[in-house]
């Protein structure tokens, strides 16, 4: 029987810190949880992305757990210490530490990935799914976290020379502080 595992999912050098809690079952794929955060986070998923063990940055070392797709690897799959994510499981990974989730290689959005609790599923509850959250999710293709902060300046300044910008990205009544799980699901 599958158990559900309860991830927070945290924006890495945001401040207030932009975070999620989502549940998925430990048979799911890296995928699969790979849609699962471009969801919590309304992101469009048309960047690449990987997962690697955090230890493995402290030494500048990445050990990838996961790719897009094997097509799309520039490096030499015997030197990736990984595997192809759609046929990996991520049960057993988080007894080796935190996982970092990259998202498009430019803006390089980094967000770390802690097991917070394992439990069965609950009847009548679709899994996976979003909980919880803080802090709106910031847009994509925005020059990532300096360029939001940089952006989120400009929105709040008309005399700012990308005010205009700042607008159009974030559209008007945008809100960095707002963040309503119930919203996920409207769309």
């Known amino acids: 029987?599958?158990?559900?595992?309860?991830?927070?999912?945290?924006?890495?050098?945001?401040?207030?810190?932009?975070?999620?809690?989502?549940?998925?079952?430990?048979?799911?794929?890296?995928?699969k949880l790979h849609m699962v955060i471009q969801h919590a986070m309304r992101w469009?998923?048309?960047h690449l992305h990987n997962f690697a063990l955090s230890s493995s940055?402290?030494?500048?070392?990445?050990?990838?757990?996961?790719?897009?797709?094997?097509?799309?690897?520039?490096?030499d799959p015997d030197e990736l210490d990984g595997f192809v994510e759609k046929l990996s499981k991520y049960a057993d990974v988080f007894e080796k530490g935190k996982i970092v989730y990259?998202?498009?290689?430019?803006?390089?959005?980094?967000?770390?990935?802690?097991?917070?609790?394992?439990?069965?599923?609950?009847?009548?509850?679709?899994y996976p799914r979003c909980i919880q959250g803080e802090q709106a999710s910031p847009p994509e293709?925005?020059?990532?976290?300096?360029?939001?902060?940089?952006?989120?300046?400009?929105?709040?300044?008309?005399k700012h020379e990308d005010y205009a910008t700042a607008r159009d990205m974030f559209g008007k009544g945008f809100d960095p502080n707002h963040f309503d799980v119930n919203e996920l699901f409207g769309e």
Do not use: H
């Not at 932009?18 to 799911?28: G, L, Y």
């Not at 500048?60 to 094997?70: A, E, Q």
């Not at 293709?141 to 008309?158: P, Q, R, V, W």
């Open 141 to 158: 293709d925005c020059g990532g976290i300096d360029g939001y902060y940089y952006f989120l300046e400009a929105y709040k300044d008309k």
């Open 102 to 126: 990259t998202y498009d290689f430019g803006d390089n959005w980094e967000l770390k990935i802690e097991l917070q609790a394992t439990f069965p599923p609950e009847k009548g509850v679709d």
């Open 57 to 75: 940055r402290k030494n500048g070392k990445v050990t990838l757990i996961g790719v897009k797709s094997d097509d799309e690897l520039d490096n």
């Open 44 to 46: 469009d998923d048309y």
């Open 1 to 31: 029987m599958n158990k559900v595992f309860q991830l927070k999912v945290t924006l890495l050098d945001s401040k207030p810190p932009i975070w999620r809690v989502i549940e998925v079952f430990d048979s799911d794929s890296f995928y």
